[in-house]
């Protein structure tokens, strides 16, 4: 399981998400977008546009399931 999670996203609590993933050992991976809200829009003074978030994330996607194989 992959979690993909904003540090600011507040429909989905960190402080509940990092220990159900721990919990789920090998099992899950949490990826943390600092300063990204639930659509992981970030702040501009992040200096990350949200079409660089959107990279990230897509590699991170891309890395993760190679990783299944």
Do not use: C, N
Request: hydrophobic residues 40%.
């Amino acid at each position: 399981m992959l979690f993909l999670q904003g540090t600011r996203d507040t429909l989905a609590d960190l402080s509940l998400l990092q220990p159900l993933t721990r919990r789920l050992g090998k099992r899950a991976t949490l990826y943390i977008v600092d300063g990204g809200y639930h659509s992981f829009h970030v702040p501009k003074r992040s200096g990350r546009t949200d079409e660089l978030v959107l990279e990230e994330l897509a590699k991170t996607v891309r890395d993760w399931t190679a990783q299944l194989v």
